[in-house]
């Protein structure tokens, strides 16, 4: 493979990402080395280093970027009314997680393997997406659409309803996502009350 | 350690398996050796394999035997009402997994580290205990008092969204267990059309 000097550490970078995004997927982060990641790559394992200064900080850096895009994409909401921010709210989440089937698996599984800084940061950032959520089923309880008896419980069921999706969704099955979306809208719906 | 020679292997096997359960729990798998296990249980390596064949095994051993319980937990269900069902049903999956985080912990992140024959058998069995969901569903939906427009789908939606609980809920936090109980067999009734 032919690189221009100039661009190498540029592309380097997201190849080395990528190698260990799948390789801590398929393996988990404990059984993957340093090594592996960069045979993957092909690069030598010293080169790796010019990346990455350690393999808990390639870890920490995956699932900080999955956070950053994910709490970007959801800023952006169109909708103020509840129960529209609520549809729009479903719809990213299905949309977003399926497309990222390795970042969201790495995100739930390998959380005890962050050391505890990296592990605080990455909690703070799922806690302000949570929020995202709360915040417009408060609107909807204090706006009378929607029914809940606690706003922080009904916050994580919803998630964890809509994150299932990726253990069984398959592209060519089915359902296609877009059928199961309209499914869960109408669940979600239904599990606040609306 | 006192032990008398005829109750040995009785004792040991159980901590053998105690002691996989929580090192596999904490550490993931791939990172514990069956050295680490013995040194837990306090025998030599090599007394270890009096006890297990392999790693794989022990591994397949815990999912089975979690899955077993799960199973004939499940099957003695009093109703035949479809919404008393549906409520039996809530109430036992929360019970079962919040008395079992270890174990719940290595159902999920660990199915990749199962052989295929001995994924296949586990996977048989998580299907079995879905079916026993969706034939209440479904059953709900001949009566036309449950509103699903897919019984496969609802069924998912309602396991993982039970399941999530055992990520946030713990014993001495701001809701018990009843309480939470009560929140859930609401939200399903409500996600479920009821």
Redesign the interface.
């Known amino acids: 493979m032919a690189r221009t000097t100039g661009s190498h550490s540029d592309i380097t970078g997201p190849r080395v990402r990528a190698a260990a995004l799948q390789l801590f997927a398929?393996?988990?982060?404990?059984?993957v080395s340093m090594r592996q990641i960069a045979r993957e790559v092909g690069v030598q394992a010293g080169a790796l280093y010019n990346y990455t200064p350690d393999k808990q900080t390639l870890l920490f850096e995956l699932m900080k970027t999955h956070m950053e895009e994910l709490l970007e994409a959801s800023s952006v909401r169109k909708s103020i009314e509840p129960l529209e921010a609520l549809d729009e709210f479903t719809q990213l989440h299905l949309n977003f997680h399926a497309e990222r089937p390795d970042e969201v698996f790495i995100a739930y599984?390998e959380l005890?393997?962050l050391g505890p800084d990296n592990f605080a940061i990455i909690e703070r950032m799922r806690r302000r997406y949570e929020d995202q959520l709360e915040a417009i089923l408060r609107a909807g309880v204090e706006g009378k659409v929607f029914q809940v008896?606690?706003t922080k419980?009904?916050t994580?069921?919803?998630?964890?309803?809509l994150?299932?999706?990726n253990?069984?969704f398959r592209e060519g099955g089915r359902?296609s996502l877009e059928e199961?979306g309209?499914?869960?809208t109408?669940?979600?719906r239904?599990?606040?009350?609306a």
């Open positions: 398929r393996h988990g982060y404990a059984a599984m005890r393997n008896a606690d419980v009904a994580m069921a919803v998630i964890a309803m994150t299932g999706v253990t069984w359902l199961v309209k499914i869960y109408d669940m979600v239904n599990a606040v009350g």
